[in-house]
């Protein structure tokens, strides 16, 4: 007799959102896996947090099954007794069906999900006059597709318990926000999803690489396939490959950097149209030569220098709206003194503190321009401004001595990077962040370590970050003065 296949809903999910990652999950090498980050337990904890504040404020009076995760048969028996029994809520229930037995010739298959509720409603079922909907409590602040495939295979699992299809499956986000998710949409999508998914693991064919920063960053199996990425020279790799390009690229035999570099501009601008066929080209070439690349129409406004000038860096939780690090470093450069002002908020209510300590120092120096990477800088102290009263007229003279770097970069500057975050930028331009470990997550974590235990050594490590970053703005300013000055094209 064959084996069998178990597809979980946390397999499933993987598949949605990286093939790749599910076929590892499944059948990669455990000793490859990284060991997870600081910043992905915070958001397992803050999840479970958001779980709880649901079952304390909706489901108080929840049922939960009491065998062990692990023995799910007998998690799944005594979610079918629960709800026999027309309980109103259960609590982190387990539905199973077999969708094939095994054999000789193939395996079996079942389907295994655990949605968060299980919640009662009046209707005939197998079960008499009630049946169940299913909810799924998320940490996210929208209903993303992943979470609508596992809703609609919730209500899947369901329909066949029950003899009778939920009429919607529900999605309860952060800030408890309510999502019914409509199943004669999603429904099809998940038989989709579940055929192509068993497609790949069943004949463990295992999904070609595809590095993208966003979606990958916080993967226990990065490291692996980025190893593998680096050692094949993956497209994936140079800024502006997204999926569809890249699929256009091997149609014309573009595999590698090399290749791209060298590929034929006119086959390029008609796939691409020229201005992106220009920009991928002169990123794959700028990466074959290590060099970094001035591009044609960089920005009017140069960049300035002063006396003073003032590099600005923040650190923020998303979670709690809350901007808890303002870090500036001062430089004059007729003295070349540097000095950094660390203003952190040792409790989140003392935002508004060091907003205003942030001011102090700004009007101190009134006129000094203001350089920052990204827009989140700009956007936080409009943020702050509003929120604390600050004058207008204050808040705009505030944003007038603003530059972003970063836009300044990618108008301007071609460089032999694979992103163009203001780490990659700064540690090609030989700079290093004290704590090799250190990120914006993990400043997060951080914050986070130093309110729960008081222990000072986590504000150190935050603000030392903030400094680093801070630093690298400021050499990365210079050396754009220095490039423009000797790059006029």
């Not at 999840?47 to 709880?52: A, D, L």
């Not at 007998?74 to 094939?100: N, P, S, W």
């Not at 140079?238 to 014309?252: A, F, H, K, W």
């Not at 970069?409 to 071609?414: E, L």
């Amino acid at each position: 007799m064959g084996l069998v296949m178990i597809l979980t809903d946390s397999l499933l999910l993987d598949y949605k959102r990286c093939q790749r990652r599910a076929f590892l999950n499944l059948y990669g090498n455990s000793d490859e896996r990284s060991s997870e980050r600081d910043f992905l337990l915070k958001l397992r904890q803050e999840s479970q947090k958001h779980i709880t504040s649901v079952l304390t404020e909706f489901y108080p009076d929840h049922h939960q099954p009491q065998s062990p995760r692990k023995d799910w048969e007998k998690r799944v028996a005594e979610t079918k007794i629960l709800m026999e029994q027309g309980v109103d809520c259960i609590y982190d229930g387990f539905l199973a069906h077999a969708l094939r037995e095994p054999s000789q010739e193939r395996e079996g298959l079942i389907l295994l999900g655990h949605p968060h509720l299980l919640v009662k409603q009046s209707g005939n079922s197998v079960w008499g006059n009630w049946f169940y909907t299913p909810v799924s409590i998320q940490l996210g602040r929208r209903p993303k597709p992943e979470y609508k495939i596992l809703a609609a295979l919730y209500a899947q699992l369901l329909a066949v318990w029950q003899e009778r299809f939920p009429p919607y499956a529900e999605i309860i986000l952060r800030r408890q926000n309510r999502y019914r998710v409509d199943l004669v949409e999603w429904l099809p999508r998940l038989h989709s999803t579940i055929t192509e998914c068993l497609q790949t693991l069943v004949q463990r064919q295992e999904p070609e690489v595809f590095i993208s920063r966003q979606r990958c960053n916080l993967c226990h199996w990065y490291d692996h396939c980025y190893a593998i990425a680096q050692s094949q020279s993956h497209l994936s790799l140079v800024p502006g490959v997204t999926p569809s390009r890249y699929e256009s690229l091997q149609e014309i035999g573009v595999v590698t950097v090399n290749s791209l570099a060298e590929a034929c501009p006119v086959t390029m601008s008609e796939m691409f149209g020229n201005a992106i066929a220009t920009q991928l080209q002169t990123q794959a070439i700028a990466i074959m030569e290590n060099r970094a690349i001035a591009k044609v129409n960089p920005p009017k406004k140069s960049l300035p220098n002063a006396n003073f000038e003032i590099y600005f860096d923040i650190e923020a939780e998303p979670e709690r709206n809350l901007d808890y690090l303002l870090g500036v470093i001062l430089i004059n450069r007729k003295t070349n003194e540097e000095t950094f002002y660390g203003f952190i908020a040792e409790e989140p209510e003392e935002e508004g503190k060091i907003w205003q300590e942030f001011l102090t120092l700004m009007q101190t120096y009134p006129a000094a321009p203001i350089f920052h990477f990204a827009e989140y800088e700009v956007e936080t102290i409009k943020r702050l401004a509003q929120l604390y009263n600050t004058p207008r007229k204050e808040r705009d003279q505030l944003l007038n001595r603003c530059f972003d770097l970063h836009h300044y970069v990618v108008n301007s500057v071609t460089f032999p990077v694979e992103n163009y975050s203001l780490k990659t930028l700064a540690n090609w331009l030989g700079f290093q962040w004290r704590d090799s470990n250190a990120s914006g997550d993990q400043s997060v974590w951080w914050y986070d370590q130093w309110l729960e235990t008081r222990d000072r050594n986590f504000l150190d490590l935050v603000l030392r970050y903030n400094e680093d970053d801070c630093r690298a703005t400021w050499i990365l300013k210079d050396w754009l003065v220095n490039f423009f000055e000797n790059n006029t094209v």
